[in-house]
């Protein structure tokens, strides 16, 4: 298919799909995808002459590294203001999940493991929870347009087609681009029959339309020349971070970092043994914690990178880095108790701050990651380890 019969496939979807709303939902995460789908509603929008809501939907899983996080503010900005020259009423929100929700709450305070494709808890947890609590304030139907493609990998694909179908587009009599969600909005996937090389493509000719500012996304994906996905950082159900190898040395320490937390959640030694579920290894115990949290703060150091996350969410007055780490671990330790009683967790989960904090006591069990085939030949794991090692 060539680009104009690609593009007027997706305008038609657009049609059919906002025929009859007045508001419009683009989930934007600051990747390519989500990116040539803004710049194709901008290019629709212009055709069409709609004056409609426009709401640029931004989901901060506080995991995101921190360029990835800063460009898909700056292009929000930016295409706010382009929405408005074409008669639409755009805006920009974040919703993000709350401070116990968080990859680093989850992990150190309640032990949980690395995800797995039977227990992707990072999903419901980081995105779904956070979007559908801002859905549900609406008040109004609305569109949904989402930036997904079946060329993304064959497990897209397969998501795609059990929820809406996989027959190619016709109007009025497939719904292969469409599914309804608890009847009151509709997720729509415009691009989803579109490569990686159309949406290059894309951005390539209508990116014009907002300056210069595609040129960090550019950066970010080494022109298109490292077929990256970006997402959260510590992303375990992937064999690489590709985003992280792009953008050079600095990151391959937090590329150490979440092989780690595969590794020690793989560790049966490591995790609480549990009596039901469908997996007999619950939690992981203190030590595995102790360790995320350490080569979390090395890497930090070791890259003169700083995890954002840690710094943006905050409980009871204090951000997560001050908690599990600056903070005198008595009061530390009444703050996360007074937040997992507050938010339905478990105490019996909690270890406490002090363990959390303590090198020294866990160089045993550091030792046994040096044998995990996951990361026995890396040479920045060997480095963290060494340096953990070395203040016991």
Same mark, same amino acid.
């Given at each position: 298919m060539d680009a104009d019969s690609r593009i007027r496939e997706s305008f038609e979807v657009l049609d059919k799909a906002l025929?009859? @709303?007045e508001r419009v939902i683009i989930a934007y995460s600051g990747g390519k995808d989500s990116t040539a789908l803004a710049l194709l509603f901008l290019q629709w929008i212009a055709s069409r002459e709609r004056s409609l809501d426009v709401v640029l939907l931004h989901g901060d899983t506080l995991s995101e590294i921190p360029e990835m996080e800063s460009w898909a503010r700056a292009f929000a900005r930016r295409y706010v203001d382009a929405l408005? @020259? #074409? $008669?639409?009423?755009?805006t920009f929100e974040v919703v993000k999940p709350e401070p116990w929700e968080t990859f680093y709450w989850r992990a150190l305070v309640r032990g949980y493991p690395a995800p797995s494709f039977k227990w992707r808890w990072c999903v419901d947890t980081l995105k779904r929870r956070p979007s559908l609590r801002f859905f549900r304030n609406l008040g109004k139907d609305c569109v949904v347009l989402l930036g997904h493609r079946d060329s993304e990998s064959r497990a897209r694909a397969q998501a795609l087609s059990a929820r809406t179908g996989s027959c190619p587009l016709a109007p009025g009599s497939c719904f292969a681009f469409y599914m309804s969600l608890d009847g009151s909005w509709e997720k729509v996937y415009p691009i989803r029959s579109w490569s990686? $090389?159309?949406?290059?493509?894309?951005?390539g000719e209508w990116g014009r339309e907002l300056g210069d500012i595609l040129d960090k996304l550019y950066r970010? #994906?080494?022109y298109g020349t490292i077929p990256a996905r970006y997402g959260c950082w510590h992303c375990t159900l992937v064999k690489v971070q590709l985003g992280h190898v792009a953008l050079g040395e600095k990151y391959v320490y937090f590329?150490?970092?979440? @092989?780690?937390?595969?590794a020690v959640s793989d560790i049966p030694e490591l995790r609480v043994v549990k009596s039901s579920g469908?997996?007999?290894l619950g939690p992981l115990k203190a030590p595995a914690r102790a360790l995320l949290l350490n080569s979390m703060l090395l890497a930090e150091e070791l890259s003169g990178i700083r995890l954002y996350g840690l710094d943006e969410a905050k409980v009871k007055g204090f951000?997560?880095?001050e908690v599990f780490w600056e903070v005198p671990e008595r009061e530390a330790d009444r703050v996360i108790e007074d937040v997992e009683r507050s938010s339905g967790g478990n105490l019996q989960r909690v270890?406490?701050?002090?363990?959390?904090?303590?090198?020294? @006591? #866990?160089?045993k069990d550091f030792m046994k990651l040096r044998k995990h085939p996951l990361v026995k030949n890396d040479e920045h794991v060997k480095e963290i380890l060494d340096r953990l090692s070395s203040k016991s």
């Open positions: 025929s009859n @709303k408005s @020259k #074409y $008669g639409a009423r755009g990686e $090389g159309d949406v290059w493509s894309y951005i970010l #994906y080494c590329e150490a970092v979440r @092989k780690l937390y595969r469908y997996s007999r951000s997560l880095r270890v406490s701050v002090q363990d959390l904090r303590n090198v020294r @006591k #866990y160089y």
